[in-house]
């Protein structure tokens, strides 16, 4: 198992510790082996969709815990095919992304309609496939926050996939019509039996303000969480919180001075706790993503990330970057590192 004391360093007795003052853990509809039954049986959703959820929940060194780990390579559409696999060529041969997940035990891998359509017939019954339907483009110039489709649910459904993904630029100009599709196409993959994972990203250059980006604030992140479930996204796929007061230092939309003074505190937490209430109180689970790679320090920060958001309450951690910018052995360290955080029963909910 990962030493995590050694990789948290100075931090440990504050992540270790801490206790949630504000929304307390017996509020929260917590992960656990009984998560389906406990939380999705008085939902709508579809026998099929339960059956897709319990395969995620199923598979990998997490499964039958309540939590996950996924392995996400969609980079290359937006960030560039480039800038995402020079780090390590192999991962230009999609095979290698799937080889990955499965090496690094995660409960499932997400990525491109190509990437899992091009090796779908030797693994889609080997690892559940999550295919992200929507993406930005860098190549059009200039630049926008702007997502397109690039696929259908169909298309999902046909390859085997258990799971759809989509992400929505809420802030964007283009939010309202990402919102209308997103919530249309994930009503479709319910009625085929798929679970839906929505990626809740703000992206406005406004949000950046004096020297510190919003865009990464509990209140607003919460607020995108609170509008992706209510489009029945099952599961949010959210940055972990890194400041707050977005609403006040912007001046803009609405809000509640007990959200800072009493629901949340400085630590990081407290932050993401905030981002789970908005989770329906964790009826969708909240995972956080990993983040680009930053070379050495990679894994104490994936690690870090993966104690925050399992002593907040979340569900689990999406790393790519991290994992397939590194050779293949080093990645699956990491994701295992991951995983063990939420294996270890002495890391228990704040």
């Not at 926008?144 to 759809?164: C, P, R």
């Amino acid at each position: 198992m990962t030493d995590v004391v050694s990789l948290l360093g100075a931090e440990t007795e504050s992540l270790l510790s801490h206790t949630c003052q504000g929304i307390g853990k017996e509020q929260l509809h917590l992960p656990g082996p009984d998560f389906i039954d406990r939380v999705h049986l008085d939902s709508d959703r579809p026998p099929g969709v339960l059956r897709s959820l319990a395969a995620l929940f199923g598979h990998g060194r997490l499964a039958g815990s309540g939590y996950l780990s996924i392995l996400p390579v969609d980079q290359g559409v937006e960030h560039s095919a480039g800038a995402s696999f020079a780090p390590n060529p192999l991962y230009f041969d999609p095979e290698n992304i799937v080889k990955l997940a499965i090496e690094g035990g995660c409960n499932a891998v997400a990525s491109t309609l190509g990437v899992l359509g091009s090796v779908a017939r030797r693994h889609a019954h080997r690892i559940p496939f999550i295919v992200k339907f929507n993406h930005n483009e860098f190549l059009s110039y200039p630049n926008s926050f702007d997502q397109s489709l690039f696929a259908d649910v169909e298309q999902a459904f046909h390859m085997g996939a258990v799971a759809v993904g989509a992400t929505i630029y809420f802030g964007s100009a283009e939010s309202r019509r990402q919102i209308w599709e997103v919530s249309q196409l994930f009503k479709r993959a319910h009625e085929l039996g798929m679970a839906t994972i929505l990626w809740c990203y703000l992206r406005n250059n406004a949000f950046k303000h004096e020297g510190t980006d919003y865009s990464v604030a509990a209140d607003l992140t919460g607020q995108a969480n609170h509008l992706g479930v209510t489009i029945e996204a099952d599961i949010i796929k959210q940055k972990m919180a890194e400041n707050n007061g977005g609403y006040n230092a912007l001046k803009f939309g609405k809000t509640n001075s007990r959200v800072y003074s009493e629901l949340t505190s400085e630590h990081p937490i407290d932050l993401v706790r905030y981002q789970v209430a908005n989770c329906y109180m964790g009826r969708a689970g909240l995972i956080n993503s990993g983040g680009e790679s930053k070379g050495a320090g990679d894994l104490a920060q994936a690690v870090r990330t993966a104690v925050i958001n399992k002593r907040a309450g979340g569900m689990g951690l999406i790393s790519g970057r991290k994992a397939f910018q590194k050779p293949m052995a080093e990645g699956v360290t990491l994701l295992n590192a991951i995983q063990d955080v939420y294996l270890a029963k002495n890391i228990t909910i704040a």
